[in-house]
T-cell receptor, first 112, second 115 residues
Framework: NAGVTQTPKFRILKIGQSMTLQCTQD?????MYWYRQDPGMGLKLIYY???????DKGEVPNGYNVSRSTTEDFPLRLELAAPSQTSVYFC???????????FGEGSRLTVL | DQQVKQNSPSLSVQEGRISILNCDYT??????FLWYKKYPAEGPTFLIS?????DKNEDGRFTVFLNKSAKHLSLHIVPSQPGDSAVYFC??????????????FGQGTILTVHP
């Protein structure tokens, strides 16, 4: 049982480039989330989804986009990367609300 | 506006003693609280949770206490072990309505347990 899988684990981007962070879960969870963690800070919610085809903004959505075409996948798109997007990104899923969130191992992104 | 605060960035404890990690919240809508543990280069993993209808929840060496009037919760680890050394995050959510399980996290407390 893989749980929540994120790719890539590490990436360096140049300012203005775009990329997609992939997230897949195999637990048939309806709820999925993207968080970012900056050094010395807690996790902040970027976007979330309550099911296929339904997404909504979290606390820090600017500069990002998401889609949810299937229950399993919840990719995060960064358009026009900026140094402020240097962070560690975590994807998570949950079976119920409220409930325990299961996190992926994280994707460390550096924008230079 | 930091709705969930962990005011101690770090805590150092001797093996076998009690570790007490604290968390305060300001949003009175929060009624479900969780603690997560995070090792370097890994994602957070769930430790224990508590609903606002309770004031205590235990799971083995881990106990969470909730004081609703003070908007304060704490995690007790007894006895502490070197393998408990990690970053601990407090998180909160509102169980009903349109919360959709979204968690608001504190900044984390680095726990170091010395042998």
């Amino acid at each position: 049982n893989a749980g929540v899988t994120q790719t890539p684990k590490f990436r360096i981007l140049k300012i203005g480039q775009s990329m997609t962070l992939q997230c897949t879960q195999d637990m048939n969870h309806n709820y999925m989330y993207w968080y970012r963690q900056d050094p010395g800070m807690g996790l902040k919610l970027i976007y979330y989804s309550v099911g296929a085809g339904i997404t909504d903004k979290g606390e820090v959505p600017n500069g990002y986009n998401v889609s949810r075409s299937t229950t399993e996948d919840f990719p995060l798109r960064l358009e026009l990367a900026a140094p402020s997007q240097t962070s560690v990104y975590f994807c998570a899923s949950s079976y119920s609300s409220p409930g325990e969130l299961f996190f992926g191992e994280g994707s460390r992104l550096t924008v230079l | 506006d930091q709705q969930v605060k962990q005011n101690s960035p770090s805590l150092s404890v001797q093996e076998g003693r009690i570790s007490i990690l604290n968390c305060d919240y300001t949003n009175s809508m929060f009624d479900y609280f969780l603690w997560y543990k995070k090792y370097p280069a890994e994602g957070p993993t769930f430790l224990i949770s508590i609903s606002s209808i309770k004031d205590k929840n235990e799971d083995g060496r881990f106990t969470v206490f909730l004081n609703k009037s003070a908007k304060h919760l704490s995690l007790h680890i007894v006895p502490s072990q070197p393998g408990d050394s990690a970053v601990y995050f407090c998180a909160a959510t509102a169980a009903g309505g349109t919360s959709y399980g979204k968690l608001t996290f504190g900044q984390g407390t680095i726990l170091t347990v010395h042998p």
